[in-house]
């Protein structure tokens, strides 16, 4: 399936938000309660929803319960990468790395084929954007926390998109899927960072506002995305979703002053190249 012009752009704009919300998650403070107040943010935005959509059918609930595991982990393994590494290393490392893997495990567990120009366009939008990762820091050697924590996200990117990806097609109301694993998402994560972060919740306190305008960027983000796999195939919304790594690039030298040499511009147009591509 092929994404029409008008889902595709909508993907870019998702795009857009998630590496916004990523910048954020990367700024000062703890790293893994920053992600956890985006999360409840979310949820809360979500609650707001509830009474509009209908609660996913039930054919839908073990995909849901699947992608709720792998968000916490993506979240664990993410927080855990931004505090070894720069947001120019891991973002592009885990982002990177997921497409391939979904476009083999569609083909593998689902049957999804993509056509030669399609897999042309993942390999190069996934290559391009690796090449972001692992150009070596201007100010220092590289670590090897950033890149095993920037794949182990991949893995869990990988797994969300392949449950979401088939939760939303048979959970009767779409934005319903959305809207629930948003809020069911919540109790799953606070619980995890009150256990890793005892004072979390007055941290959370402090920072509410930031959590809300993280929680719109991120669920805008991410129910696009989802929304686009109902309409399009998983490996070509995966690929187009993975192009926020040109956006993370720039916010991250603009805002976090993150230095990078000037060859990585040819991995952005790698990135371009392969979206393209794919449609």
């Not at 993506?74 to 927080?79: D, K, M, N, T």
């Not at 996934?126 to 972001?132: D, E, K, Q």
Request: positive net charge; glycine residues 10%.
């Amino acid at each position: 399936m092929t994404l029409s012009p008008l889902m595709a752009l909508l993907v870019l704009s998702a795009a857009l938000m998630h590496a916004g919300w990523n910048v954020m998650a990367k700024t000062a403070g703890d790293k893994l309660l920053n992600i956890g107040l985006i999360s409840v943010g979310l949820g809360v935005v979500g609650l707001v929803f509830t009474p509009f959509v209908d609660f996913p059918d039930r054919a839908s609930w073990h995909f849901l319960l699947g992608s709720l595991v792998a968000h916490l982990g993506y979240y664990v393994f993410l927080s855990t990468g931004y505090r070894h590494g720069d947001l120019s290393q891991v973002y592009p490392i885990a982002r990177g790395m997921a497409p391939p893997l979904v476009a083999f495990t569609a083909w593998l567990l689902i049957g999804e084929t993509l056509t030669p120009l399609q897999l042309t366009g993942v390999l190069a939008t996934s290559f391009g954007i690796l090449s972001l990762a692992l150009d070596k820091p201007l100010e220092r050697a590289h670590s090897w926390r950033p890149i095993l924590f920037g794949l182990l996200t991949s893995l869990t990117i990988m797994s969300y998109t392949l449950f979401d990806g088939q939760g939303v097609r048979v959970a009767g109301d779409h934005f319903g899927y959305i809207i629930w694993l948003f809020v069911l998402d919540v109790p799953l994560v606070l619980a995890y960072c009150l256990w890793r972060r005892p004072g979390a919740l007055g941290y959370f306190r402090r920072r509410w506002r930031f959590g809300l305008i993280g929680g719109v960027l991120s669920g805008g983000a991410y129910g696009i995305s989802i929304f686009a796999m109902s309409q399009g195939g998983l490996a070509s919304v995966s690929s187009l979703r993975e192009t926020s790594v040109i956006f993370a690039a720039v916010m991250s030298s603009l805002l976090l002053k993150e230095r990078f040499r000037h060859r990585r511009y040819v991995s952005v147009v790698l990135v371009a190249t392969g979206a393209v591509l794919l449609h």
